[in-house]
């Protein structure tokens, strides 16, 4: 039997898409005899070239700042783990939380946020830029393998889960798959939770790879509760343990203490809630979540890291270098369109309005598609006499 045999009936089967909403791929295709449909997803997404990219792109510090910092590519994989675990424990559809948590970043630009915020400070005349609408559009358009049809042809349950972010504006351009932002109902629990899932897996590499780059201290930490008294059981458990082995042992409480958390509480609002199918999940309010005194602990946890990691001296260094690699670099394109590579002069760039505005989507949807030493190299090819 397959795996979604032993689902809960609130669990998304691919095998009887919702009701509610427009369900299963935008391009019909048969079903397969030895996969789901979810499992088809994640396979597409892990043979996608924008998954390979993501090994190249910054989760916090540059891909050659060091060879043991997360990447997008790793953290994908860490939310992927953490999502299956609690979604098991739910009797929720780990396939299709594996897919959305390893599609959930493939729009991210090079250099992690900053990308993001400078890419959309250049598209604000031309319908701004999101980097979950950008997943969205890598799966629904610019991923390039079937002779039928743009895209991945990827499962609504899927793409819902990937667009966890939406402006009405945007919402209404999206149809069906963004109907939620618009109706103010509910994407599936296995969207929920792999929303959840992210911030489980962020929150705990980002103090691994802040300790290791040395930005942040033991003692800095220890400013927080929730970080202080795990580390006292660490402590308590192995008297004098230091060094890497006391961090990883701190760290791997922490998640433990949030996904357990995460699947109490959820637990006890689902059974309340008692939702007998998908479609009455999303009538419901959100269900997947972190208890109240949990919920205070991972914020100011988050709180921390904001103030001390990535508001450090030597991140925003890197953030104001990398703000200019690509501001010149849509700058440049935007002036001398010529300069695109070949493959994207035929492209339409779907933007709204005039061709001004087709011609930023391509260039955005280039750079977005970068990796970092992509971006770099490209920049020094465009700007330096010496390069070619």
Same mark, same amino acid.
Not at 168 to 187: D, H, S
């Given at each position: 039997?397959?795996?979604?045999?032993?689902?809960?009936?609130?669990?998304?089967?691919?095998?009887?898409?919702?009701?509610?909403?427009?369900?299963?791929?935008?391009?019909?295709?048969?079903?397969?005899?030895?996969?789901?449909?979810?499992?088809?997803?994640?396979?597409?997404?892990?043979?996608?070239?924008?998954?390979?990219?993501?090994?190249?792109?910054?989760?916090?510090?540059?891909?050659?700042?060091?060879?043991?910092?997360?990447?997008?590519?790793?953290?994908?994989?860490?939310?992927?783990?953490?999502?299956?675990?609690?979604?098991?424990?739910?009797?929720?559809?780990?396939?299709?939380?594996?897919?959305?948590?390893?599609?959930?970043?493939?729009?991210?630009?090079?250099?992690?946020?900053?990308?993001?915020?400078?890419?959309?400070?250049?598209?604000?005349?031309?319908?701004?830029?999101?980097?979950?609408?950008?997943?969205?559009?890598?799966?629904?358009?610019?991923?390039?393998?079937?002779?039928?049809?743009?895209?991945?042809?990827?499962?609504?349950?899927?793409?819902?889960?990937?667009?966890?972010?939406?402006?009405?504006?945007?919402?209404?351009?999206?149809?069906?798959?963004?109907?939620?932002?618009?109706?103010?109902?509910?994407?599936?629990?296995?969207?929920?939770?792999?929303?959840?899932?992210?911030?489980?897996?962020?929150?705990?590499?980002?103090?691994?790879?802040?300790?290791?780059?040395?930005?942040?201290?033991?003692?800095?930490?220890?400013?927080?509760?929730?970080?202080? %008294?795990?580390? $006292?059981?660490?402590?308590?458990?192995?008297? #004098?343990? +230091?060094? *890497?082995? /006391? &961090?990883? !042992?701190?760290? =791997?409480?922490?998640?433990?203490?949030?996904?357990?958390?995460?699947?109490?509480?959820?637990?006890?609002?689902?059974?309340?809630?008692?939702?007998?199918?998908?479609?009455?999940?999303?009538?419901?309010?959100?269900?997947?979540?972190?208890?109240?005194?949990?919920?205070?602990?991972?914020?100011?946890?988050?709180?921390?890291?904001?103030?001390?990691?990535?508001?450090?001296?030597?991140?925003?260094?890197?953030?104001?270098?990398?703000?200019?690699?690509?501001?010149?670099?849509?700058?440049?394109?935007?002036?001398?369109?010529?300069?695109?590579?070949?493959?994207?002069?035929?492209?339409?760039?779907?933007?709204?309005?005039?061709?001004?505005? %087709?011609?930023? $989507?391509?260039?955005?949807?280039?750079?977005? #598609?970068? +990796?970092? *030493?992509? /971006? &770099?190299? !490209?920049?020094? =090819?465009?700007?330096?006499?010496?390069?070619?």
């Amino acid at each position: 039997m397959l795996p979604e045999d032993y689902l809960a009936p609130y669990a998304a089967h691919s095998s009887s898409a919702s009701t509610a909403v427009g369900g299963g791929r935008r391009y019909p295709e048969a079903a397969h005899s030895s996969r789901s449909q979810f499992q088809r997803d994640r396979d597409r997404i892990i043979h996608s070239s924008a998954f390979r990219r993501l090994e190249y792109k910054t989760q916090v510090f540059l891909n050659h700042e060091g060879d043991l910092f997360r990447t997008r590519l790793t953290h994908s994989l860490e939310v992927a783990q953490v999502g299956r675990s609690i979604a098991r424990n739910l009797r929720l559809n780990e396939d299709l939380v594996e897919a959305i948590a390893l599609a959930h970043d493939l729009g991210h630009t090079p250099f992690g946020h900053v990308g993001q915020d400078v890419l959309n400070e250049c598209m604000r005349d031309h319908g701004g830029f999101e980097h979950n609408l950008q997943s969205l559009r890598v799966v629904d358009e610019l991923e390039e393998h079937y002779g039928a049809y743009n895209g991945l042809n990827l499962m609504f349950e899927t793409r819902e889960g990937i667009l966890k972010h939406c402006s009405l504006p945007n919402a209404r351009l999206l149809g069906p798959v963004a109907i939620r932002f618009i109706e103010r109902t509910q994407p599936s629990l296995e969207a929920q939770l792999t929303n959840l899932a992210d911030e489980i897996a962020y929150n705990s590499h980002d103090i691994d790879d802040g300790l290791r780059s040395g930005l942040i201290t033991i003692d800095q930490l220890q400013q927080v509760d929730f970080f202080a %008294r795990l580390y $006292r059981d660490v402590q308590q458990a192995f008297p #004098g343990l +230091t060094g *890497r082995r /006391a &961090i990883y !042992e701190t760290l =791997r409480r922490l998640i433990t203490a949030l996904a357990d958390d995460l699947i109490v509480t959820s637990g006890a609002l689902i059974a309340d809630a008692a939702p007998r199918s998908l479609d009455e999940v999303r009538l419901a309010p959100p269900l997947i979540r972190f208890s109240d005194p949990m919920r205070k602990e991972a914020t100011e946890l988050k709180r921390f890291l904001r103030e001390n990691l990535y508001r450090h001296y030597k991140v925003n260094r890197m953030r104001v270098k990398a703000s200019r690699i690509v501001r010149e670099l849509f700058d440049a394109f935007m002036a001398e369109p010529v300069l695109l590579p070949p493959d994207y002069h035929h492209k339409s760039g779907d933007g709204d309005g005039d061709g001004g505005s %087709r011609q930023a $989507r391509k260039i955005a949807d280039y750079i977005a #598609g970068m +990796t970092d *030493r992509y /971006a &770099i190299r !490209e920049h020094r =090819r465009l700007f330096s006499l010496d390069e070619l």
